[in-house]
Nanobody, 122 residues
Framework: QVLLTESGGGLVQAGDSLTLSCTASGRRANTLAMGWFRQVPDKEREPIAAISWSSENIYYADSVKGRFTITRDNTKSTAYLNMTNLKPEDTAVYFC???????????????WGQGTQVTVSK
């Protein structure tokens, strides 16, 4: 079993930056690809970024490309999502996910964190 613990959400203003963290624990936790989804009320969860264990394979959704950066520190079993130039439409609950490879992470069928709220005011 893999446990994912997110942190770093909060309330910010448009144009601000925020970094989310996700720490993985449990068996094989440090060998998995990791990623982030987000969800707004009445909409499906959307994969927005993912990174392979080696950091060689990285995915971004078009909606965040150029503004968000995903990185990881395998010594800490932690993935980070650095979000810059935040917009009100980025307001959502952000979920950390993990699975064997980036493509599986994007499918949303792997392990999930509990989610952290990000609110961007105008």
């Amino acid at each position: 079993q893999v446990l994912l613990t997110e942190s770093g959400g909060g309330l910010v203003q448009a144009g601000d930056s925020l970094t989310l963290s996700c720490t993985a624990s449990g068996r094989r936790a440090n060998t998995l690809a990791m990623g982030w989804f987000r969800q707004v009320p009445d909409k499906e969860r959307e994969p927005i970024a993912a990174i392979s264990w080696s950091s060689e394979n990285i995915y971004y959704a078009d909606s965040v490309k150029g503004r968000f950066t995903i990185t990881r520190d395998n010594t800490k079993s932690t993935a980070y999502l650095n979000m810059t130039n935040l917009k009100p439409e980025d307001t959502a609950v952000y979920f950390c996910t993990a699975d064997l490879v980036v493509e599986y992470v994007k499918s949303g069928l792997g392990h999930w964190g509990q989610g952290t709220q990000v609110t961007v005011s105008k």
